[in-house]
């Protein structure tokens, strides 16, 4: 099963079942997974607990051997029932606390934890303080830990915290105190003077808070923005103008290699033969990019198992021993071993601690650093 939340009003990622199904067809083609065949069912999880809740027990029911590539930020409600009935959770799209804590989850990337300490890393480099712009919640309270912790390791000072609540309209005032925060007024900047820089991580609502960051009059400061995935993306560039939005220059952490990289060929291929005109999956999508990397991995383990019949516990049972599995770069490669996780306190089960610096160029989001930075010393300073 895959699920995720489609035709609400907050988060949608109607990509990320698509990629499933687009999966299971290119699996189909090639004689299944290890002569297995892929059936593939998908659920709306509906931006809501209970819709969570509802995909899990829809899993059960249905005999899922797994949960893969999937999206939800209420794991206290899809993860009791998995767990219950010995369903591993894979490649989930990182936006859940139980994701990093469930002994049934095998995530792919360090989720938003990563992404934070590793935007601390990245603006260390080139910012001259920084404001950081987060919502009024428990799970906002987490974030300026994060972010300082990788701020520290570049020698830079902490950021300012700018609490917003996660369902406004407007962030003007937000975007005003943010901006005095990040730099002094100096109208123009002098050779080697570094910028300020307002970073954000609102999820579907940063686009709404950059929107009004750029209806600000000029008051004189030299600032930069920044993001992380999920918050900002190829996607939103696009819809904002491009080149001409409000997002060129952007600092942005990611998981994987930009969209243009050469190591997501085969999933473009994929997409193209086994999805050609289904506007929901754009290979950009970080969402869809998951999907793809958490199919991936059931691949590999499934063919690791040979075995005629295919169940949840076969399956943990093979990645809990230590099967690796090579993302064709798109990750390091992944294990699952007692021995490969982090062990922060706060993100046991995290394997993959490295992240990705690009800089949204030309409307792009290109490379800023060519390789993966690994954030995971940063992640056990933050917990």
Same mark, same amino acid.
């Given at each position: 099963?895959?699920?995720?939340?489609?035709?609400?009003?907050?988060?949608?990622?109607?990509?990320?079942?698509?990629?499933?199904?687009?999966?299971?067809?290119?699996?189909?083609?090639?004689?299944?997974?290890?002569?297995?065949?892929?059936?593939?069912?998908?659920?709306?999880?509906?931006?809501?607990?209970?819709?969570?809740?509802?995909?899990?027990?829809?899993?059960?029911?249905?005999?899922?051997?797994?949960?893969?590539?999937?999206?939800?930020?209420?794991?206290?409600?899809?993860?009791?029932?998995?767990?219950?009935?010995?369903?591993?959770?894979?490649?989930?799209?990182?936006?859940?606390?139980?994701?990093?804590?469930?002994?049934?989850?095998?995530?792919?990337?360090?989720?938003?934890?990563?992404?934070?300490?590793?935007?601390?890393?990245?603006? +260390?480099?080139?910012?001259?303080?920084? $404001?950081?712009?987060?919502? =009024?919640? *428990? !799970?906002? /309270? &987490?974030?300026? @830990?994060?972010?300082? +912790?990788?701020?520290?390791?570049?020698? $830079?000072?902490?950021?300012? =915290?700018? *609490? !917003?609540? /996660? &369902?406004?309209? @407007?962030?003007?005032?937000?975007?005003?105190?943010?901006?005095?925060?990040?730099?002094?007024?100096?109208?123009? !900047?002098? /050779?080697?003077?570094?910028?300020?820089?307002?970073?954000?991580?609102?999820?579907?609502?940063?686009?709404?808070?950059?929107?009004?960051?750029?209806?600000?009059?000029?008051?004189?400061?030299?600032?930069?923005?920044?993001?992380?995935?999920?918050?900002?993306?190829?996607?939103?560039?696009?819809?904002?103008?491009?080149?001409?939005?409000?997002?060129?220059?952007?600092?942005?952490?990611?998981?994987?290699?930009?969209?243009?990289?050469?190591?997501?060929?085969?999933?473009?291929?994929?997409?193209?033969?086994?999805?050609?005109?289904?506007?929901?999956?754009?290979?950009?999508?970080?969402?869809?990019?998951?999907?793809?990397?958490?199919?991936?991995?059931?691949?590999?383990?499934?063919?690791?198992?040979?075995?005629?019949?295919?169940?949840?516990?076969?399956?943990?049972?093979?990645?809990?021993?230590?099967?690796?599995?090579?993302?064709?770069?798109?990750?390091?490669?992944?294990?699952?071993?007692?021995?490969?996780?982090?062990?922060?306190?706060?993100?046991?089960?995290?394997?993959?601690?490295?992240?990705?610096?690009?800089?949204?160029?030309?409307?792009?989001?290109?490379?800023?650093?060519?390789?993966?930075?690994?954030?995971?010393?940063?992640?056990?300073?933050?917990?």
């Amino acid at each position: 099963m895959t699920f995720a939340p489609e035709d609400t009003k907050a988060t949608n990622m109607p990509g990320m079942p698509a990629m499933a199904k687009a999966y299971a067809r290119w699996a189909a083609a090639q004689g299944g997974i290890d002569g297995h065949e892929l059936r593939v069912i998908t659920c709306n999880e509906q931006n809501t607990p209970q819709g969570a809740a509802t995909c899990a027990r829809r899993a059960v029911k249905e005999g899922a051997a797994a949960v893969v590539g999937s999206y939800s930020q209420y794991g206290d409600a899809f993860m009791a029932p998995l767990e219950a009935a010995g369903i591993p959770f894979i490649g989930g799209f990182g936006v859940s606390d139980e994701e990093f804590t469930s002994y049934l989850s095998y995530p792919v990337n360090g989720g938003q934890a990563a992404l934070l300490a590793g935007n601390g890393q990245q603006l +260390a480099d080139v910012c001259d303080k920084v $404001a950081l712009v987060r919502p =009024d919640s *428990l !799970a906002g /309270d &987490d974030l300026p @830990d994060l972010l300082n +912790a990788g701020l520290a390791r570049g020698k $830079a000072g902490e950021s300012a =915290d700018i *609490l !917003a609540a /996660d &369902d406004a309209t @407007d962030y003007s005032d937000e975007a005003r105190r943010a901006r005095r925060q990040a730099a002094e007024p100096v109208w123009t !900047a002098s /050779d080697g003077e570094r910028p300020g820089c307002v970073t954000a991580a609102l999820g579907e609502r940063t686009e709404t808070f950059f929107d009004s960051y750029r209806r600000l009059p000029e008051d004189g400061r030299q600032v930069r923005i920044s993001s992380v995935m999920g918050s900002v993306g190829q996607p939103l560039i696009d819809r904002t103008g491009g080149r001409n939005g409000p997002y060129e220059g952007a600092y942005i952490t990611g998981w994987y290699p930009d969209a243009s990289d050469a190591r997501w060929d085969r999933m473009r291929d994929v997409v193209r033969t086994h999805a050609f005109g289904d506007n929901r999956i754009d290979p950009a999508d970080a969402g869809v990019q998951t999907t793809w990397i958490a199919y991936n991995v059931l691949n590999k383990v499934v063919s690791s198992i040979d075995s005629d019949r295919i169940t949840p516990g076969k399956i943990s049972h093979a990645l809990d021993q230590g099967v690796e599995v090579s993302t064709d770069g798109l990750t390091p490669a992944l294990r699952w071993s007692y021995e490969d996780m982090l062990g922060a306190s706060r993100y046991p089960r995290i394997v993959n601690s490295s992240v990705t610096f690009q800089v949204v160029s030309e409307g792009r989001l290109v490379t800023q650093r060519k390789d993966f930075v690994d954030v995971g010393r940063t992640l056990m300073d933050a917990s």
